[in-house]
């Protein structure tokens, strides 16, 4: 079974940047979409960015510009970099790993963004 682990989580003025990071056990990117998403306190689960096997990234719509996913297939990580970060973006951020037959989830880390 796949593992991944976050880290890279924290408090940060508004205004501020952040890397996470997020560890797979193994190689999995040629075969796993790989993505963040993350959930407030009160609200559900959202997508904030993914990656294809292919290259492909996709974000929300609230993050764009703001926030860059990428990958290093050599280090199995994938990256999201969080850039001038709002209040609004406080929340437990979860690493997601999936593919036709198999979803797997980090543990999450938490990113407090104070104003």
């Known amino acids: 079974q796949v593992q991944l682990v976050e880290a890279g989580g924290g408090l940060v003025q508004a205004g501020g940047s952040l890397r996470l990071s997020c560890a797979a056990s193994r190689s999995i990117f040629s075969a796993y979409t790989v993505g963040w998403y993350r959930q407030a306190p009160g609200k559900q689960r959202e997508l904030v960015a993914r990656i294809t096997p292919g290259g492909t990234t996709n974000s929300a719509d609230s993050v764009k510009g703001r926030f860059t996913i990428s990958r290093d297939n050599a280090k199995n990580t994938v990256y999201l970099q969080m850039n001038r970060l709002k209040p609004d973006d406080t929340a437990v951020y979860y690493c997601?790993?999936?593919?036709?037959?198999?979803?797997?989830w980090g543990q999450g880390t938490r990113v407090t963004v104070s104003s």
């Open positions: 997601y790993a999936g593919n036709t037959w198999n979803n797997v």
